[in-house]
């Protein structure tokens, strides 16, 4: 559960003291000292000042790398595209794929969130991933007011600082590439993960108003105890899937990269942790990973 907006995870035994959200990579063949930064993708650009020495990690390094590439997101062909693979095949709707019961239970909690004013007849056309994500939006737009303003995305924005200050700018996977992530699991588990969503639906905003406090405290040991909370927390599969199998992909491109350029790297939170987060992978590989706790 949680998917694109909340895969945060951590696996390490202790963490160190004063652990936050923005690492320093060094060592072993980089060329200089490179930095990860965890983001969480439904706040807003004005958090880039509310992080100890990330206005001055963009302004050292040569590159800066998202999860994809700021322009390529809001081409019109990448819109199109993704406007297509969200749409389910006409013999699996939603509504083929659940019971009435069911069915009943997502559509209250769809005109909850709609004000009446859309149900899930509206909506059944989209895979169940897609109505899910929206949702989560939604409720989560009480803790970020701002979060539909993509343009303004907090990933965005650091991309967009990059672009000002004539860095070079790029992603590590294509659109293409999360929309599989995102909604390329089978059609009968997202339907079921729907369901599960929006029976617990008051719980899971309890989750969420706890996921974004310590997030903004910059608090990783609590996003774990939360992330692994046995209820509402991720499963080994939705991380292989959502976290990991993309973090090893990445390494290929960040590897080749640190020997010839810093680079700020600035993705979900998640990537960073757990034991095939990119610190881990890092570290694996002869890399020093350390908390930023004082730029100079």
Request: a negative charge; hydrophobic letters at 40%; proline letters at 3%.
């Amino acid at each position: 559960m949680k998917k694109l907006l909340i895969t945060l995870v951590l696996a390490f035994t202790v963490m160190q003291i004063n652990a936050q959200l923005l690492w320093k990579v060094s060592g072993k063949d980089c060329y200089k000292p490179s930095f990860l930064f965890g983001t969480i993708h439904l706040e807003t650009g004005e958090y880039i000042d509310s992080v100890p020495g990330l206005n001055e990690a963009i302004e050292s390094v040569d590159a800066i790398y998202g999860e994809i590439y700021s322009e390529n997101i809001l081409d019109k062909a990448a819109m199109g595209k993704i406007m297509k693979d969200v749409v389910a095949p006409a013999d699996s709707t939603i509504d083929k794929l659940l019971t009435k019961e069911e069915y009943n239970i997502v559509d209250s909690v769809v005109r909850a969130y709609m004000m009446g004013i859309i149900g899930l007849e509206n909506l059944k056309m989209l895979k169940p991933a897609v109505v899910y994500e929206h949702l989560y939006v939604m409720q989560m737009q009480k803790y970020f007011p701002k979060a539909q303003d993509l343009a303004n995305s907090l990933d965005m924005a650091i991309q967009n600082r990059g672009i000002q200050l004539g860095k070079h700018v790029d992603g590590l996977e294509s659109v293409d590439d999360q929309i599989k992530a995102l909604f390329g699991t089978p059609l009968t588990k997202q339907a079921q993960d729907l369901v599960d969503f929006c029976r617990k639906d008051n719980t899971i905003e309890q989750y969420g108003k706890q996921l974004c406090d310590a997030y903004h405290a910059q608090d990783i040991a609590a996003i774990e105890r939360i992330i692994f909370d046995p209820e509402m927390g991720m499963s080994e599969e939705e991380m292989e899937t959502i976290s990991y199998k993309r973090n090893r992909n990445w390494m290929e491109k960040i590897e080749m990269t640190l020997p010839v350029q810093s680079v700020l790297i600035a993705v979900g939170a998640a990537h960073l942790l757990g034991p095939e987060g990119l610190i881990q992978l890092l570290r694996d590989r002869g890399y020093t990973v350390e908390p930023v706790k004082d730029f100079h």
